[in-house]
């Protein structure tokens, strides 16, 4: 019989039909008598494209995930073919397999859940920081994390999607978006870090300490009053200025001040300046001390420290009993606890007469603590503390933030207050 030519027999009769055009569709199983029999034609392309539930080229990347679908060494978006099916684009049939389950009470998919994960960083993007505050924040409410020793953090739980990401760390904030995918983790990028954007910063330096060394290298920009003791009337002017001038001390969210700044505001201006960082404090600011400038914090909030001897502006040596030498410290602060990955610190006192606290009010926390000889004795006492008056924060410290008399769990210790003020 001729291609192309169908005989049927029809009651014991030969009947030719002629030739009928064969399906002009590819070669497949449908029949060829038929070309409204399409059961050969590709179906359209799944409309949600490629598939966290397909694995096309077997390499074990979910399609939606894979830069080669094929495994052709082309990526897909080069690649004519990307699916490897034979025909151009990517058109692999929908498969309703490839779908998530739904929720029969919602009628909604039911969606597997992922992580994001994160490294917190300081400005200058090398120092990793403990204690950050992650927020990542969803419809369905902010789910929450602590960064570790070492920066890292991170969130499970998360339902698929865009959300924006929130970490905070003392005055530093920093926001950006991740996106969750079903099942995986979801590593934020390395630089980013906190940033000082708009906080303002002033330190007064002073004759024996200088925190301005932890902080530059922290990547921090900060404004300089000359306060040294040892300078004499110009140095004198300018503590005082600032510490008697509200306007100008608003200027700055975060004040440091060194240890052996000038002491003349205590003779002629004290009420003044009590009143300006105590209201400073409470508006918000923040203000770290150490060691002889120890009267800006007694004067402003004398009911949160008692200091050794007459604690008064009567004698202010009296409180300045510390002998030199190393002290173990204990450490309470948790996230320098996680920054130090231990609750002990190596700390030194490499001058002789360092402030003393003999106790302080409940409402202030003990940092670091400690065993350490004084003249006439020695005792348990704090080393570290910090307390909050209204919005504002204070923190105190009894040993110094120079490099030659920092040990490296000092160094620490200090990047960690100076970030979380």
Not at 30 to 50: H, N
Not at 72 to 84: E, I, R, S
Not at 178 to 185: E, H, K, M, R
């Amino acid at each position: 019989m001729a291609a192309g030519t169908l005989t049927l027999m029809a009651c014991g009769n030969e009947a030719s039909l002629g030739n009928i055009p064969t399906d002009p569709d590819l070669p497949g199983t449908d029949d060829p008598t038929d070309p409204t029999d399409d059961t050969d034609t590709p179906p359209p392309p799944d409309p949600d494209g490629p598939s966290p539930l397909r694995d096309t080229d077997g390499d074990g990347i979910p399609d939606d995930r894979d830069g080669d679908l094929d495994g052709d060494g082309l990526l897909n978006d080069v690649d004519p073919d990307p699916d490897g099916d034979g025909q151009p684009g990517y058109t692999l049939p929908y498969d309703p397999a490839d779908d998530p389950p739904i929720d029969p009470s919602t009628g909604l998919p039911i969606l597997e859940e992922g992580s994001a994960r994160g490294r917190v960083c300081a400005p200058n993007g090398t120092t990793w920081v403990a204690g950050a505050e992650i927020s990542v924040l969803t419809p369905s409410g902010a789910y929450t994390a602590t960064s570790n020793g070492d920066g890292w953090w991170q969130v499970d739980g998360l339902p698929p999607g865009t959300y924006g990401v929130v970490v905070t760390k003392g005055s530093f904030y920093l926001q950006y978006n991740v996106t969750i995918l079903d099942g995986q983790v979801t590593e934020t990028i390395y630089d980013e870090c906190l940033s000082q954007g708009d906080l303002t910063i002033a330190v007064v330096t002073g004759a024996w300490d200088h925190v301005e060394d932890v902080l530059e290298p922290l990547g921090l920009v900060v404004t300089e009053y000359d306060g040294d003791i040892l300078g004499g009337s110009t140095q004198d002017a300018t503590v005082t200025n600032l510490l008697t001038n509200p306007t100008l001390l608003a200027q700055y969210d975060v004040v440091f001040l060194n240890c052996g700044i000038s002491e003349d505001w205590v003779d002629t201006n004290e009420t003044l300046v009590a009143q300006t960082l105590r209201d400073y404090v409470e508006a918000g600011g923040s203000i770290y001390a150490s060691d002889w400038s120890y009267y800006t914090i007694e004067a402003a909030f004398p009911e949160k420290i008692t200091f050794f001897g007459n604690d008064s502006d009567d004698n202010l040596y009296d409180a300045r009993v510390g002998l030199p030498g190393p002290v173990q410290g204990i450490v309470a602060d948790p996230a320098m606890a996680l920054l130090l990955g231990s609750n002990q610190a190596d700390v030194q006192y490499d001058l002789n007469n360092w402030v003393v606290m003999s106790s302080h009010d409940p409402t202030v926390e003990n940092m670091v603590e400690g065993d350490y000889s004084y003249s006439g004795g020695s005792a348990t006492g704090p080393l570290s503390v910090r307390f909050s008056a209204g919005a504002g924060r204070v923190i105190y410290t009894t040993f110094h933030n120079e490099g030659g008399a920092t040990t490296p769990d000092m160094r620490k210790m200090l990047e960690e207050i100076a970030l979380s003020l």
